[in-house]
Antibody, heavy 116, light 106 residues
């Protein structure tokens, strides 16, 4: 059974940093591109970042470019999102999602709250 | 960046109704569009990709079509479990993006 499980969310002050993790199982992790997608409370979905299967190519939404860094460790079936210079508008549930073009498996998400 | 505009933002319908949701792309995306369903407190579920290809296991009452930069999701006969929020998503090129969502209520 395919599973992706996020962790690392929490409350952080504006300007602070947080590192999210996602551990995958039930599929060959290093065969797949992975993504982070977020959803602010009561709002819609926003694609945040993607990384190809080998990590050779990385992409970001304009809203996070220069502040967030995506990475992966294929030996540990893990995906990461380092978030720096956090703003109130980054408050959201962050989902880890599998896929290069569409997202067929999603984790349950981890909540990031940016507030003083 | 490509923007997707969904209409309507919300929609009220009844069981058995035929419902259509539209997603308009700000430029041509060559059919690189997917549709997702999200129920309250749940993660999004992929329904359709490549504008009109149904994901395995998705009921045949769901269908998608494309006309230029306009894409439609049609539910032919609404069932109680279809009341949810629907999102379109393009994958023509990075950065990917989602439409703002259409909430389908009773």
């Amino acid at each position: 059974e395919v599973q992706v499980v996020e962790s690392g969310g929490g409350l952080v002050e504006p300007g602070g940093s947080l590192r999210l993790s996602c551990v995958a199982s039930g599929f060959t992790f290093n065969d797949y591109s992975m993504n982070w997608v977020r959803q602010a409370p009561g709002k819609g979905l926003e694609w945040v970042s993607a990384i190809t299967s080998t990590g050779d190519y990385i992409y970001y939404a304009d809203s996070v470019k220069g502040r967030f860094t995506i990475s992966r460790d294929n030996a540990k079936n893990s995906l990461f999102l380092q978030m720096n210079s956090l703003r109130a508008e980054d408050t959201a549930v962050y989902y880890c999602a599998r896929g290069a073009i569409t997202f067929d498996y999603w984790g349950q998400g981890t909540l990031v709250t940016v507030s003083s | 960046a490509i923007q997707l505009t969904q209409s309507p933002s919300s929609l009220s319908a009844s069981v058995g109704d035929r419902v259509t949701i539209t997603c308009r792309a700000s430029q041509g995306i060559s059919g690189a569009l997917a549709w997702y369903q999200q129920k309250p407190g749940k993660v999004p579920k992929l329904l359709i990709y490549d504008a009109s290809t149904l994901v395995s296991g998705v009921p045949s009452r769901f269908s998608g079509s494309e006309s230029g930069t306009d894409f439609t999701l049609t539910i032919s006969s609404l069932q109680p479990e279809d009341f949810a929020t629907y999102y379109c998503q393009h994958f023509n090129s990075y950065p990917y993006s989602f439409g703002q969502g259409t909430k389908l209520g009773i």
